[in-house]
């Protein structure tokens, strides 16, 4: 009696393993990805072309190695070439990243980028809102300034060219990455999304600012930055991991401008520390804004926050200066046209 042997058919190897490979082959074996491999794996995870399992290795595996400037600036590219946002023509001065959310303090740095709308300076930020519990984040705290969030990248457009100021989530412009960062209570740990959504500049400003938690990816921002020919950018440790400047504390500024890498000390405000407020009030942001209220603290941070991007924007030539005229921002603002600038 004979018997036929039929050998199982191999399954072929998913084009999205060697990147996981590359990343998760041991301590010896394992590398970064080099910035086209990181585009080439990037591209594949917004075609929607890797499977769960992958993304979640892939994500983890680079949230233990943390990423490179050289991987951040594959990862970027490869999200705008996706979304198109090298097609968007709006004029924008600066754009603000805001995805951390604030815990301590109230999100002073708002009333800061509404400082410079008041002042003629196109501001266009974007952010993403609940992924982290206990969270106070920028989208929620606009309502208690009567500020509609754009619906759309055409109505954000519309915005920025009336009132000078718009925000607009990543839900909105970019659904795949923001649902990546939805998986941060799912995963237990942020990915690589949280950084790169940063530097993506949906509207091409020459000026991008930005803010991080971990002072070890200041310099990572940066390089990633000057890879992507950001002509200038500015990346601060910030209260909260948000774009603001905490006026207690020496205040690191690394920045980006034509290639050329510079960083600069800004000292503290304040010889003593605050005390942290017991509860945020977000009621406090109209009334500060309206002069109806007084909080040195609060002061500080807008203003110092507003300095760093002025100086950032070549308003000004010095610290003192740019000091000096966030100052003189804040005194001849008008209390009442952040409501008209916004309104829906």
């Known amino acids: 009696m004979t018997f036929s042997h039929h050998e199982a058919t191999p399954i072929p190897e998913h084009p999205f393993a060697p990147y996981i ?28 072309e890797v499977k769960p399992e992958q993304l979640g290795a892939f994500m983890m595996l680079m949230r233990v190695k943390e990423e490179s400037p050289e991987e951040l600036a ?21 754009d603000w990243s805001t995805y951390a959310g604030k815990r301590r303090h109230l999100p002073w740095f708002l009333l800061s980028a509404l400082l410079l709308a008041d002042h003629g300076i196109k501001v266009f930020m974007h952010g993403a809102s609940g992924h982290s519990a206990g969270r106070f984040y920028t989208q929620e705290a606009l309502a208690y300034l009567g500020i509609t969030p754009a619906q759309s990248t055409g109505e954000a457009m519309r915005q ?106 800004w000292p503290a405000l304040f010889k003593l520390r605050h005390v942290k407020p017991e509860t945020l009030e977000p009621e406090h942001l109209p009334l500060i804004w309206q002069g109806q209220m007084e909080d040195d603290f609060a002061l ?45």
């Open 21 to 48: 490979r590359i990343l998760g082959k041991g301590k010896k074996g394992s590398r970064p990805l080099t910035q086209e491999e990181a585009y080439q794996a990037m591209a594949m995870i917004m075609a929607g």
């Open 74 to 94: 594959g990862f970027v590219k490869a999200v705008r070439d996706a979304v198109g946002l090298a097609e968007n023509r709006v004029h924008v001065d600066l």
């Open 300 to 344: 500080a941070s807008i203003t110092g926050t507003a300095a760093v991007a002025l100086k950032l924007l070549g308003k000004a030539d010095s610290q003192e200066q740019a000091q000096q005229l966030a100052e003189q921002f804040w005194q001849t603002r008008n209390k009442t046209k952040h409501q008209k600038l916004i309104a829906a």
């Open 160 to 265: 920025i060219e009336e009132r000078n100021f718009s925000y607009l989530s990543l839900e909105q412009f970019c659904p795949k990455l923001n649902d990546i960062i939805e998986l941060r209570p799912v995963l237990g740990l942020r990915s690589p999304v949280h950084t790169l959504v940063r530097l993506l500049n949906p509207f091409n400003a020459q000026y991008s600012i930005q803010g991080i938690f971990h002072p070890g990816y200041r310099p990572v921002h940066q390089l990633a930055a000057a890879l992507l020919e950001q002509p200038h950018m500015a990346v601060l440790k910030g209260e909260g991991g948000e774009t603001e400047r905490n006026p207690d504390m020496d205040c690191l500024v690394q920045s980006v401008h034509l290639g050329e890498l510079s960083d600069e000390n």
